[in-house]
């Protein structure tokens, strides 16, 4: 029969263990995400316009921190994202922390013409000092692939936005709540960049 002590062991080693298996299903996710995003470009090569799909997020949790541009033109969103994740890598590299799923969240402010951005990378469960948790619900979106330099994806929202409106969805469009995933996004040059884009649904 195992005494406190071996109990305590027992635990932390279980601990230990659910955190390598989170981090593993974090990386495989992503990796899936890159796969399946990759599809839908090869996909859609015989297509005159971009692949638009419906879809169910789930539920996540991200580390990052909350800023605000004074309006929605990609000058001015792109500037603050850019900003947030310089912040957060430096929080995350100190601590060490696993950096998978870069997420930025766009919540347009309803009285001016401000957005309220959120950056952070999923880690679920833990936490990153400096870096303050947020979670982003389950909800339906509308999502198409961007490949390219981020100075470009104003023609993935775009055509969102015209899905949107030629499928009755013109009531998310007043305000719209946008998700930007970076699928892939490493190093100074964007030019190669994979993003996958969400317009969030009622």
């Known amino acids: 029969m195992m005494n406190i002590g071996e109990f305590a062991r027992l635990g932390g080693m279980l601990r ?3 955190a390598e298996l989170e981090r593993q299903v974090r990386h495989d996710r992503h990796i899936l995400d890159r796969v399946t995003a990759r599809l839908r470009l090869i996909e ?5 316009n971009a692949q638009i799909t419906t879809k169910q997020t789930d539920t996540l949790t991200i580390v990052g921190l909350t800023a ?3 309006d ?3 000058q001015s969103t792109g500037a603050v994202v850019q ?3 310089g912040q957060i890598i430096d929080h995350m590299e100190a601590a060490g922390a696993d950096r998978t799923t870069p997420i930025s969240h766009y919540v347009p402010d309803p009285d001016t013409p401000e957005v309220h951005i959120t950056a952070g990378y999923a880690v679920p469960n ?3 000092p400096g870096l303050e948790p947020h979670t982003l619900p389950s909800t339906q979106v509308a999502s198409t692939i961007h490949q390219g330099p981020m100075a470009t994806i104003s023609t993935a929202y775009q055509a969102l936005a015209t899905w949107a409106t030629a499928n009755n969805h013109q009531h998310p469009l007043t305000s719209p709540t946008w998700r930007e995933h970076y699928l892939e996004a490493t ?3 964007n030019s190669p960049w994979l993003v996958e884009l ?3 649904l009622p």
């Open 16 to 18: 230990l263990r659910r």
């Open 83 to 85: 900003s947030l994740f």
């Open 44 to 48: 859609q090569e015989n297509h005159v």
């Open 187 to 189: 190093g100074p040059d």
């Open 126 to 128: 833990g936490s990153v």
């Open 68 to 70: 605000t541009a004074p």
């Open 72 to 74: 929605a033109s990609r």
């Open 198 to 200: 969400h317009l969030e």
